[in-house]
T-cell receptor, first 112, second 114 residues
Framework: IAGITQAPTSQILAAGRRMTLRCTQD?????MYWYRQDLGLGLRLIHY???????GKGEVPDGYSVSRANTDDFPLTLASAVPSQTSVYFC???????????FGPGTRLTVT | SQQGEEDPQALSIQEGENATMNCSYK?????LQWYRQNSGRGLVHLIL?????REKHSGRLRVTLDTSKKSSSLLITASRAADTASYFC??????????????FGRGTQLTVWP
């Protein structure tokens, strides 16, 4: 793999169900991010991780949790999905040399 | 919020014309970045300009930054149909523990007609 991969590509989920969105990078970047993108609102930061073993809250963290057990993986979990979490979710990492963020292809989630 | 705001929201031009998009922000920054997003895809980094820079070029892209006005512009010269995409500015005002945290605007949807 090269760059950032996300899985699944898309998902329809019943409200109240638990869901984990997966994100993996192979660039050995320390910092990673989860964003959600909604029409008319741009990208908003959900959670971030500066390095393995640490996480922090972003702009819209409620209803989401993350973990960072190692450098490569940064899963995002919805403990009990609600319709307002219908969105496109992007995972990203940052190069500490160039400060460029690299984005995954996104997961389109629909909560019904 | 220190979120960047792009202007215009949508821009429609013919191939060969230049496209200019603007971004305004609210607080002081370390750098400002422009990203491109094709429909249904993730964002791709285009260019980064630091707070002590005023202008930067990359191929057909030209970015300016005016920190006194808290604004930036992205110019795409000699546009092509393949430039059709959404363009986002993102500001990095990182002061502290969050490395590289970016604040994105809502984007400009550029359509280039052949």
């Amino acid at each position: 793999i090269a760059g950032i991969t996300q899985a699944p590509t898309s998902q329809i989920l019943a409200a109240g169900r638990r869901m984990t969105l997966r994100c993996t990078q192979d660039m050995r970047h320390n910092a990673m991010y989860w964003y959600r993108q909604d029409l008319g609102l741009g990208l908003r930061l959900i959670h971030y991780s500066n390095t393995a073993g640490t996480t922090g809250k972003g702009e819209v963290p409620d209803g989401y949790s993350v973990s960072r057990a190692n450098t490569d993986d940064f899963p995002l979990t919805l403990a009990s999905a609600v319709p307002s979490q219908t969105s496109v979710y992007f995972c990203a990492s940052i190069s500490e040399e160039t400060y460029e963020q690299y984005f995954g292809p996104g997961t389109r989630l629909t909560v019904t | 919020s220190q979120q960047g705001e792009e202007d215009p929201q949508a821009l429609s031009i013919q191939e060969g014309e230049n496209a200019t998009m603007n971004c305004s922000y609210k607080t002081s920054i370390n750098n400002l970045q422009w990203y491109r997003q094709n429909s249904g895809r993730g964002l791709v980094h285009l260019i980064l300009i630091r707070s002590n820079e005023r202008e930067k070029h990359s191929g057909r892209l030209r970015v300016t930054l005016d920190t006194s006005k808290k604004s930036s512009s992205l110019l795409i010269t000699a546009s092509r149909a393949a430039d059709t995409a959404s363009y986002f500015c993102a500001t990095d005002a990182n002061r502290g523990s969050t490395l590289g945290r970016l604040y994105f605007g809502r984007g400009t949807q550029l359509t280039v007609w052949p």
